[in-house]
């Protein structure tokens, strides 16, 4: 007993000596639902930081993106999150600001590197409170298999009618599925095919202000249309695509089997590693030669401070870093895909990035239509998108009442819609 | 049960002239862990869960008392409403469901193993390896051998010539729910089974062979000796499928469909809606205040399952049974 | 039990033998549907990538042959750190269920007193909720107690959860024991501890198998609880372990199968030592009409 209280006592003196010599370490700990980047971030963002701020530790503990916001929510309800927190965008992080849960970091110098429309997705409506640093967005298109288009004398195309005819050849040939993509995971339909599509339809921001401002209904041509031509699409998804997951896409895709993948520019990464064959990419089709084209070009992730955290002062010197040209360049090409919003000017390595990246210069860009104010109410404009957008390459809607759904629901609520 | 409870007391009469001395402190001794460790870590929160159901959420994070207003959105507000019944319907096709094929797959299961065939323990212990498996691993293979991707289930079906019978059963709105359910049959089927296997072999050999004398067949014998028998042991399995069913349903919904109850909410059931209200996902913030309420509609649904049973149900077997 | 049979068996007449090949032919068939998912995914755990999609129902061949999945989930994965944590929970809640547990049962069924009645309701409510239910109520609590990220959180709440059915199934057992050989020990002068301990435990050891593989179950498999109270990376259990890591590597599905068959294991090994008890425990449960 006597051994055993000196023992402790030993310690004791070794833990307060240890903590005089590291008085000012702390480590940060980072919520993200990011779990595929767990390498990146411990392999090269971590070390990057630490070797710059000896003092601060970092330790990424992500959660499957299907549990983050419940997790988080619980987390942050309970005092135990994060000192760090990745943001999804707009009105997914602001209730976390409006509660107290986020803290504001408008005088971050670091914001000052980025442009206004990439603050807007993590700043207040009136844009005075900024609550997270913009980290990048996701730019979406369509990737193919370039061997099978050369093999079939196949050309990107550049319109809707190419679009059909290159599906069509693909079809006729049959040693390809055209089209990789499941309605079985329904965020698929509505981020790979809705809005990915439809901006071309409602001109991108202007389409989107518009039913902000209560000056287009969802049951207008151009937010029908998009639904149309995905209705068409189904006759080139793969058999049985109903019961098709987002992970049987990828492998349907990266195992050869299909030839066009309607894609969110994340996939970047994985693909260059499973695919064996090479792959290119071209924007969504546009209705005529010649008519402007828009890219859903999504401000996605972003990352702020829990305004409880122990340690703010490490936190926004984190902040500031994540903020500088130095992260953009390491994150961007450490996550070909991921785009940082940042105005420093960096190269990008990879090349199937470097097309997704190209479209910026060719299109308008624009955000997903549903994810800023639409989707503030009950019920949830982004959750009725995936459901409907679903259930039009289901079938079991069509795409007339597909949108008067998603009119009825936000006019239940909206006002701006309800006049 | 009378006999227990009039020789409970009896019996605690003599103990009490017995034990003039002894007190009461060795009962709280032996209650009193359970009931502190119980009473904190799952009655509190629960009643904390019921009491936030009357409450509404202020944007600034604060909660105002809000009577039964809560309750009333659920059921009677359109939007609310609609997710609400649907639900609770899913739940109860998904209870049907089991009621007509697990509890007579595990009956029947049950009943050729109490015939004690070769390798009875085999097939026991086999048959109850699916109960064991997280629902983690469960929804990933069984999504695996429906997935049309993957073709096992179809590549079995061609095999037997079956080919053109296979559909995307999880995918289709008619069929998602059904699927669903036989997977849940598959992984649960061992509990009824074992259950009422441990109650066929406890009916007494006097009375089998005494309806064997009496020159009933087999089938016989179990269908009207057998079974009035183990009728309130069928009645617990049918309550436990009962709570089950608004209990651990939706792990394994959530884990092969995710919180939405895809495809349009035909899979969606009171254990998701609960879920994606409490919690929230993507851009769609948790209320905890509604998902408290859709928690405490659930405990009332499954009270009043549970009473009608005790009450209508249970009275009838035990008489049955004397 | 056995004996009886064989004699029945011995006077069945010819039809009893197809008959037995019914039977056989029933159980078989559906063990066959219970266990071939399971031999699926440690069957196309060995196997690369295109062996698994391209030929799903073969044996892992000399082409399609790898451990590559196994390679990546113990290089990558913690795994064994996983398992002790898993292991720590599992084993001190179901202790602490059946032991508390036990006691409890033993008070409600042995002893008439005032609250008897309303405390046996009062335990036996938990069956019906599912605490999950409570979850953020419970976690301000863990704070409180300053347990978050550490294993005895877990542990609390997993006993809390599990306390119902265990007293539920033990005090019904309970009230079938016979009184004689308790009051034959009160007479020796044993202490009512004694008496549980050296006489009622000893008497209920089967049952106690069938709660602890009935408690056992949703302990291991649990993801929610380990997520949100103790997701850190030293407290990880092997559920949440694999969730992770499959959503880690989504396309790498070689280790993903890999993952799921190391998961799978030991929970098999554990069932295989109780499954003796279990079918003894839920007989003897069983036999008191």
Redesign the interface.
């Known amino acids: 007993m006597k051994q055993m209280m000196m023992k402790t006592t030993a310690t004791a003196a070794l833990c307060l000596a240890a903590g005089g010599a590291l008085a000012q370490e702390v480590t940060l700990t980072i919520e993200s639902w990011r779990s595929e980047d767990q390498a990146i971030w411990d392999d090269t963002l971590i070390p990057a930081f630490e070797e710059s701020h000896p003092d601060i530790n970092l330790d990424f503990q992500p959660t499957a993106p299907t549990e983050y916001n419940a997790a988080l929510n619980a987390r942050l309800e309970g005092g135990t999150a994060g000192d760090l927190i990745t943001c999804r965008s707009f009105d997914g992080s602001l209730p976390l600001y409006d509660r107290g849960q986020l803290a504001d970091i408008s005088d971050l110098e670091g914001l000052s590197n980025f442009p206004d429309f990439a603050k807007a997705a993590w700043s207040t409506d009136d844009g005075q409170n900024t609550f997270c640093v913009p980290m990048a967005s996701v730019i979406h298109g369509f990737i193919y298999n370039a061997d099978a288009f050369e093999e079939l004398g196949l050309e990107e195309p550049g319109t809707v009618e190419e679009f059909f005819e290159v599906l069509e050849a693909i079809q006729e040939d049959g040693t390809y599925i055209p089209l990789a993509m499941g309605s079985a995971d329904q965020w698929e339909a509505a981020t790979m095919a809705y809005t990915n599509i439809g901006p071309t339809y409602w001109k991108g921001e202007e389409g989107r202000q518009a039913l902000i401002d209560g000056d287009a209904a969802f049951t207008d041509e151009e937010f029908v249309a998009p639904y149309e031509q995905m209705a068409r699409w189904t006759d080139y998804m793969g058999s049985a695509y109903q019961a098709q997951s987002y992970s049987d896409s990828q492998n349907l895709f990266t195992l050869g089997r299909a030839a066009i993948y309607p894609a969110g520019s994340w996939e970047i990464t994985g693909f260059t590693d499973q695919a064996f064959f090479e792959m290119g990419a071209f924007p969504p089709p546009v209705a005529a030669e010649g008519d402007t084209c828009y890219i859903s070009d999504h401000t996605d992730i972003g990352i702020g401070m829990n305004a409880n955290t122990d340690h703010p002062e490490a936190a926004r010197a984190f902040l500031e870093w994540v903020a500088s040209a130095e992260f953009a360049e390491l994150y961007t090409n450490a996550l070909p895909g991921f785009f940082s919003l940042s105005n420093a000017e960096f190269e990008v390595d990879n090349p199937l990035a470097q097309e997704f990246i190209s479209f910026r210069e060719e299109c308008e860009s624009t955000v997903r239509v549903a994810s800023q104010i639409l989707s503030r109410g009950e019920p949830n404009t982004w959750n009725t998108m995936w459901v409907n957008s679903a259930n039009v390459l289901n079938d079991s809607m069509t795409p007339e009442e597909a949108t008067a759904d998603l009119q009825q629901g936000l006019s239940s609520w909206y006002e701006p819609q309800q006049d | 049960m009378t006999e227990?409870v009039s020789?409970?007391?009896g019996?605690?009469k003599t103990?009490r002239r017995?034990?003039k001395t002894?007190g009461?402190s060795?009962?709280v001794?032996?209650?009193a862990?359970?009931?502190l460790?119980?009473s904190?870590?799952?009655?509190?929160?629960?009643i904390?869960?019921l009491r936030l159901s009357l409450f509404d959420g202020q944007?600034?994070?604060s909660s105002v008392w809000i009577g039964l207003g809560n309750y009333d959105r659920l059921l009677f507000d359109?939007?609310?409403a609609v997710r609400f019944w649907n639900a609770l319907w899913n739940n109860l096709i998904l209870f049907f469901i089991h009621m007509i094929v697990q509890n007579p797959?595990g009956l029947?299961?049950a009943a050729?193993?109490s015939?004690?065939?070769?390798f009875?323990?085999?097939?026991?212990?086999?048959?109850?390896?699916?109960?064991?498996?997280?629902?983690?691993?469960?929804g990933?293979?069984?999504?695996?051998?429906?997935?049309?991707?993957?073709?096992?289930a179809e590549?079995?079906m061609s095999g037997v010539g079956l080919g053109w019978l296979?559909?995307?059963?999880?995918?289709?709105?008619s069929s998602a729910l059904t699927a669903v359910s036989l997977i849940s049959v598959?992984q649960y089927v061992g509990i009824p089974m074992?259950?009422i296997?441990?109650?066929l072999?406890?009916v007494p050999?006097e009375l089998l062979d005494a309806a064997r004398v009496d020159g009933l067949s087999g089938w016989a014998i179990f269908w009207k000796v057998k079974l009035p028998?183990i009728l309130?042991?069928l009645g617990i399995v049918a309550i436990l499928t009962y709570?089950g069913n608004?209990?651990?349903a939706?792990?394994l919904i959530y884990s092969i469909q995710?919180?939405?109850g895809?495809?349009?909410?035909s899979t969606d059931i009171m254990?998701t809606l609960?879920?994606r209200t409490?919690?929230?996902?993507?851009?769609?913030?948790?209320d905890?205040y509604m998902g408290?309420t859709v928690?405490s509609m659930?405990?009332f649904i499954?009270?009043i399952g549970?009473t009608i049973y005790l009450v209508g149900v249970q009275r009838r077997l035990t008489r049955y049974?004397m | 039990m056995s004996t009886v049979d064989t004699t029945r068996a011995r006077r069945g007449r010819m039809g009893r033998i197809g008959t037995a090949a019914g039977v056989h032919a029933v159980l078989l068939g559906y063990t066959l549907i219970a266990i071939f998912p399971v031999l699926i995914v440690v069957m196309n755990s060995f196997k690369n990538r295109r062996g698994i999609f391209t030929e799903p129902l073969a044996l892992p061949g000399p082409e399609t042959f790898s451990a590559e999945g196994y390679a990546t989930v113990l290089t990558e994965g913690n795994f064994l750190l996983y398992y002790g944590n898993s292991l720590i929970v599992t084993v001190v809640s179901l202790f602490l269920i059946l032991l508390l547990g036990a006691m409890a049962a033993h008070a409600l069924s042995e002893y008439r007193f005032k609250l008897n009645a309303l405390l046996s309701i009062y335990m036996i409510l938990g069956i019906m909720v599912p605490i999950r239910l409570g979850t953020v109520a419970i976690l301000q609590l863990m704070v409180d107690l300053n347990l978050v990220n550490t294993l005895i959180s877990l542990i609390l709440v997993y006993t809390a959860q599990g306390l119902p059915i265990a007293v539920f199934i033990l005090t019904e057992f309970m009230r079938t024991l016979s009184r004689d050989i308790k009051d034959c020990a009160r007479v020796d002068g044993l202490s009512e501890y004694r008496i549980f301990f050296e006489v009622v435990v000893p008497l209920i050891r089967p049952v106690l198998a069938t709660v602890a593989v009935f408690s056992m179950i949703p302990i291991w498999n649990d993801l929610w609880f380990p997520l949100i109270l103790a997701s850190s990376d030293a407290t990880k259990t092997v559920t949440l372990g694999v969730q992770q890591f499959i959503g880690q590597y989504t396309v790498n599905w070689s280790a993903v199968l890999a993952s799921l068959s190391i998961a799978i294991l030991p929970v098999l090994v554990l069932y295989a030592i109780f499954s003796r008890q279990l079918i003894s425990g839920i007989t003897a449960g069983a036999v008191k009409g």
Do not use: C
Not at chain 2, 262 to 265: G, K, W
């Open positions: 227990i020789e409970a007391s019996h605690s103990k017995r034990r002894g009461i060795h009962i001794v032996f209650l862990p359970a009931v460790i119980y904190i870590f799952s009655i509190y929160p629960l904390e869960s944007s600034d994070g359109a939007n609310w797959l029947l299961l050729l193993l015939l004690a065939p070769r009875g323990g085999t097939y026991r212990t086999l048959i109850f390896v699916p109960t064991l498996l997280s629902v983690v691993i469960v990933f293979v069984w999504e695996l051998i429906l997935s049309p991707l993957w073709g096992v590549g079995l296979y559909a995307p059963w999880l995918g289709l709105e598959w074992m259950l296997y441990a109650a072999l406890s050999d028998l309130p042991t709570i608004f209990t651990s939706f792990d995710g919180v939405l895809p495809p349009d909410y254990g609960m879920f409490f919690f929230g996902q993507q851009t769609q913030i948790g905890i408290a928690a659930m405990f499954i009270l549970v049974e």
